[in-house]
T-cell receptor, first 112, second 112 residues
Framework: EAQVTQNPRYLITVTGKKLTVTCSQNMNHEYMSWYRQDPGLGLRQIYYSMNVEVTDKGDVPEGYKVSRKEKRNFPLILESPSPNQTSLYFC???????????FGEGSRLTVL | GNSVTQMEGPVTLSEEAFLTINCTYTATGYPSLFWYVQYPGEGLQLLLKATKADDKGSNKGFEATYRKETTSFHLEKGSVQVSDSAVYFCALSAFNDYKLSFGAGTTVTVRA
């Protein structure tokens, strides 16, 4: 089954404790992206990757890191989480220039 | 820059009512336009799309027509069901650009 898998789905952590949200897709997509969803703000892009070893900042990259060492994986790293990073995070992937993003089920992160 | 503005919600309807969600966009060139739907507890999924002016996208009884003269892509459904309760996002992708710009989302609740 074609899918984008994120883990963990839910996480409560404390300020400053490094965490990683994993994302994996099995559709051989070149393009992958991370979004955060906040009430009234819709989806905002954090980082994206056009292919292996190619990443770039989205609209709200501060406080986040990513890596793309393999085509299927695109982890989101929060080196020192802060409460303003409490949000619902989505990973998505697609073939280039189709606009049809496939989304994971989301990871709800709470930073205390 | 590219942006999407969609009507604010929430929208509450009775079953079999007519639904319309307004979406207007600002973009250079000729973007592709999309509607994504997010059912409770799930990630977003593509509902329909249109890639050029006057195209009509349709799926699951929903329709939207790409109107370049009014820079709009309004979503409509003639008779909604309880199962249509979801958050709906309008989005655009500029020509030759991987990135999708999303609207803030409109929450729709359909009551039996």
């Amino acid at each position: 089954e074609a899918q984008v898998t994120q883990n963990p789905r839910y996480l409560i952590t404390v300020t400053g404790k490094k965490l990683t949200v994993t994302c994996s897709q099995n559709m051989n997509h070149e393009y992958m992206s991370w979004y955060r969803q906040d009430p009234g703000l819709g989806l905002r892009q954090i980082y994206y990757s056009m292919n292996v070893e190619v990443t770039d900042k989205g609209d709200v990259p501060e406080g986040y890191k990513v890596s793309r060492k393999e085509k299927r994986n695109f982890p989101l790293i929060l080196e020192s989480p802060s409460p303003n990073q409490t949000s619902l995070y989505f990973c998505a992937s697609s073939f280039p220039q189709t606009g049809e993003l496939f989304f994971g089920e989301g990871s709800r992160l709470t930073v205390l | 820059g590219n942006s999407v503005t969609q009507m604010e919600g929430p929208v509450t309807l009775s079953e079999e009512a007519f639904l319309t969600i307004n979406c207007t966009y600002t973009a250079t060139g000729y973007p592709s336009l999309f509607w994504y739907v997010q059912y409770p507890g799930e990630g977003l999924q593509l509902l329909l799309k249109a890639t050029k002016a006057d195209d009509k996208g349709s799926n699951k009884g929903f329709e939207a027509t790409y109107r370049k003269e009014t820079t709009s892509f309004h979503l409509e459904k003639g008779s909604v069901q309880v199962s249509d309760s979801a958050v709906y996002f309008c989005a655009l992708s500029a020509f030759n650009d991987y990135k999708l710009s999303f609207g803030a989302g409109t929450t729709v609740t359909v009551r039996a």
